[in-house]
């Protein structure tokens, strides 16, 4: 097996020649923000830093800066399929399965789509003889759906393809609300037009949209997850205030969970870390003899690691979402926006630096 080397597109960042540059303009920036923060609030922090996750300039100045590695590498496995799949042996070790991500997103054309294609599919090539229970996670961004829906579309088939060949599952992440209802239709077309029954989706609860979704993929027997949604929505589609998409993402667990839905054939991971949903789920399974390998847990790679354990160590399916590769800006900074204490952490470390 020839080893994985990663595409470097330019809208991609090669952290090792990034890091370094930079510095002087993030202190500022932080500065400044920790000051707007102090007058305005932390939901305004939050909405800042995801129009940082998606602004190049931003990406230039974070990824120039070189102690922001020790961060990220809290998040991310690393940058090669070999330090991926090294963290998934060890998580396996500690009783739990993984979801790896080859980090990637919004790519410019049609040949950087191409790039990343490929590179899921020696991903895929690599998990086959690893004995890791794996599946693997995409972005329809990644494989050019803005450019192009066939592309896209073309794209997803063949890793699906080379993923039911290789028994590996794959499940399509879900981006922005302008891109719903194409991710979906996409899923619907491989999965119930052309029998690709080897793919999953997710649904993000935090949208006004998403009881009749799920609805309807439970009557589909799909494989969902579920996730609140970590990006930045409009009030006319998304539900502004916090408790809302809580109150949403339990109804919908609730609906997933229920006999007719499991009857059917669907099956819901519940990805969170929150613990009140948690616990909400853990007593609502146990109140209705809901068994433990008919659901599972899912959580990121560096968030909330000893509670993961621990549902583990109780007999709980946990998966951990492994992203790896060079392209961890946007992701990264939408880690930051769902607890923008962590920006302070980075102050501290330029300051330690
Ligand atoms: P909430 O944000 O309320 O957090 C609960 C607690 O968890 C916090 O109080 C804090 O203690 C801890 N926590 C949460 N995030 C943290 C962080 N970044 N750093 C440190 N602590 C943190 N979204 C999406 O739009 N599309 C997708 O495809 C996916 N996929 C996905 C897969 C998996 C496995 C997970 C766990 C999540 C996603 N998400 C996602 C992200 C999801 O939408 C959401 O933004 C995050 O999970 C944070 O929400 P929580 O449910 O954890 O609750």
Same mark, same amino acid.
């Given at each position: 097996?020839?080893?994985?080397?990663?595409?470097?597109?330019?809208?991609?960042?090669?952290?090792?020649?990034?890091?370094?540059?930079?510095?002087?303009?993030?202190?500022?920036?932080?500065?400044?923000?920790? =000051?707007?923060?102090?007058?305005?609030?932390?939901?305004?922090?939050?909405?800042?830093?995801?129009?940082?996750?998606?602004?190049?300039?931003?990406?230039?100045?974070?990824?120039?800066?070189?102690?922001?590695?020790?961060?990220?590498?809290?998040?991310?496995?690393?940058?090669?399929?070999?330090?991926?799949?090294?963290?998934?042996? /060890?998580?396996?070790?500690?009783?739990?399965?993984?979801?790896?991500?080859?980090?990637?997103?919004?790519?410019?054309?049609?040949?950087?789509?191409?790039?990343?294609?490929?590179?899921?599919?020696?991903?895929?090539?690599?998990? +086959?003889?690893?004995?890791?229970?794996?599946?693997?996670?995409?972005?329809?961004?990644?494989?050019?759906?803005?450019?192009?829906?066939?592309?896209?579309?073309?794209?997803?088939?063949?890793?699906?393809?080379?993923?039911?060949?290789?028994?590996?599952?794959?499940?399509?992440?879900?981006?922005?609300?302008?891109?719903?209802?194409?991710?979906?239709?996409?899923?619907?077309?491989?999965?119930?037009?052309?029998?690709?029954?080897?793919?999953?989706?997710?649904?993000?609860?935090?949208?006004?949209?998403?009881?009749?979704?799920?609805?309807?993929?439970?009557?589909?027997?799909?494989?969902?997850?579920?996730?609140?949604?970590?990006?930045?929505?409009?009030?006319?589609?998304?539900?502004?205030?916090?408790?809302?998409?809580?109150?949403?993402?339990?109804?919908?667990?609730?609906?997933?969970?229920?006999?007719? =839905?499991?009857?059917?054939?669907?099956?819901?991971?519940?990805?969170?870390?929150?613990?009140?949903?948690?616990?909400?789920?853990?007593?609502?399974?146990?109140?209705?003899?809901? /068994?433990?390998?008919?659901?599972?847990?899912?959580?990121?790679?560096?968030?909330?690691?000893?509670? /993961? +354990?621990?549902?583990?160590?109780?007999?709980?399916?946990?998966?951990?979402?492994?992203?790896?590769?060079?392209?961890?800006?946007?992701?990264?900074?939408?880690?930051? =926006?769902?607890?923008?204490?962590?920006?302070?952490?980075?102050?501290?470390?330029?300051? /330690?630096?």
């Amino acid at each position: 097996m020839a080893p994985v080397t990663h595409p470097s597109p330019a809208n991609q960042t090669d952290v090792h020649k990034a890091r370094g540059r930079g510095a002087g303009l993030l202190l500022p920036l932080l500065a400044l923000t920790s =000051a707007l923060v102090w007058w305005k609030g932390e939901t305004w922090l939050r909405t800042l830093l995801l129009y940082l996750s998606r602004a190049p300039w931003a990406r230039s100045i974070v990824t120039g800066f070189g102690p922001i590695w020790s961060m990220v590498k809290r998040f991310v496995a690393g940058e090669s399929v070999d330090e991926a799949l090294a963290t998934a042996k /060890q998580l396996q070790a500690e009783g739990m399965n993984v979801a790896v991500d080859y980090l990637g997103e919004s790519v410019r054309d049609a040949s950087e789509a191409g790039d990343a294609r490929d590179q899921i599919l020696l991903l895929i090539e690599r998990i +086959r003889p690893s004995g890791l229970d794996a599946y693997i996670s995409v972005k329809l961004s990644q494989l050019g759906i803005k450019l192009d829906e066939n592309l896209a579309l073309e794209n997803l088939r063949t890793i699906l393809r080379s993923a039911r060949n290789a028994g590996v599952r794959v499940r399509i992440d879900m981006e922005e609300s302008a891109l719903t209802e194409i991710t979906l239709d996409i899923y619907r077309r491989l999965r119930d037009a052309e029998g690709y029954d080897n793919v999953g989706i997710v649904i993000q609860s935090y949208l006004f949209r998403s009881d009749v979704d799920v609805q309807q993929l439970i009557a589909e027997g799909a494989w969902v997850r579920l996730v609140k949604g970590a990006y930045k929505e409009p009030a006319t589609v998304a539900y502004p205030a916090k408790k809302d998409t809580d109150a949403a993402l339990l109804r919908q667990i609730e609906a997933m969970l229920s006999p007719q =839905a499991r009857a059917g054939g669907a099956r819901v991971a519940v990805a969170t870390h929150d613990d009140a949903i948690i616990d909400a789920v853990i007593a609502f399974a146990k109140r209705n003899g809901i /068994q433990p390998s008919e659901f599972e847990f899912q959580m990121l790679h560096g968030v909330r690691r000893e509670r /993961q +354990r621990s549902l583990a160590a109780q007999g709980w399916q946990m998966r951990v979402y492994l992203p790896y590769g060079t392209a961890w800006y946007p992701y990264f900074m939408r880690r930051l =926006a769902e607890r923008p204490a962590n920006v302070w952490f980075i102050l501290s470390t330029y300051f /330690q630096a």
